[in-house]
């Protein structure tokens, strides 16, 4: 149905959020300012303590797609948005299986580098998923060795669907977790699993277009 445009935009993690991009096919490549925790549409403001962020040196920013909390760093997250128009062939109506073509496009740009699978079971919401997004697996995110690899939220509107996706070349949960208001939550997302992204974002960004619906 066409080729993809690259769009690249550099700032922080709250403007990205803010920033309506426009409905057609493309890969957006986000180089952050500075990191930030960013809350779900829906995650309750009382999960993070806002002033142990302030004193950690990182924002809280919120975006308008469900899940928990996302950890973002200028340089050991890999961000990248994937937007499609609502009339585009890869457009699908049942929501919990919306996000699989693009799941298994990442698996496809991962081969011969890193062995990884798309999570096609159902999404289960433990109290650590609601937190932590990377506490949990929704059907379409990509997993691997050591556990979640590369988490998808979705915010779909009536002109098209914008899958935001992110992954780590380094995980570690210093600073932010300090910040989560929840001790038990806290506790368990210190020791939670997670895969390492083995390429850096251009090598990522290069290989995805590539494995991507034409």
Not at 23 to 51: F, H, M, N, Y
Not at 153 to 162: E, P, Y
Not at 180 to 195: F, G
Request: glycine fraction near 10%.
């Amino acid at each position: 149905m066409g080729e993809w445009n690259v769009e690249n935009w550099r700032g922080t993690a709250a403007g990205f959020h803010e920033f309506v991009p426009s409905s057609r096919r493309a890969v957006w490549v986000v180089e952050l300012t500075e990191p930030a925790l960013v809350l779900g549409s829906t995650q309750s403001t009382d999960s993070i303590d806002a002033s142990a962020a302030s004193r950690l040196g990182f924002a809280v920013a919120r975006r308008h797609s469900g899940g928990g909390a996302v950890w973002l760093h200028p340089t050991q997250s890999v961000w990248v948005d994937v937007t499609i128009p609502r009339d585009d062939s890869l457009w699908v109506d049942d929501v919990p299986s919306s996000m699989g073509w693009l799941g298994a496009a990442i698996v496809g740009a991962l081969n011969g580098v890193q062995e990884a699978e798309v999570h096609r079971g159902a999404y289960e919401p433990t109290k650590l998923a609601r937190t932590v997004c990377f506490g949990g697996l929704a059907p379409g995110e990509v997993v691997a060795s050591g556990g979640k690899l590369v988490g998808i939220s979705q915010r779909r509107t009536r002109d098209g669907a914008r899958f935001q996706c992110v992954a780590y070349t380094t995980w570690t949960t210093e600073p932010w977790v300090e910040a989560i208001a929840d001790d038990a939550i806290r506790e368990s997302a210190s020791a939670l699993d997670v895969a390492e992204l083995a390429m850096n974002t251009d090598q990522f960004v290069g290989r995805l277009l590539n494995s991507l619906p034409h």
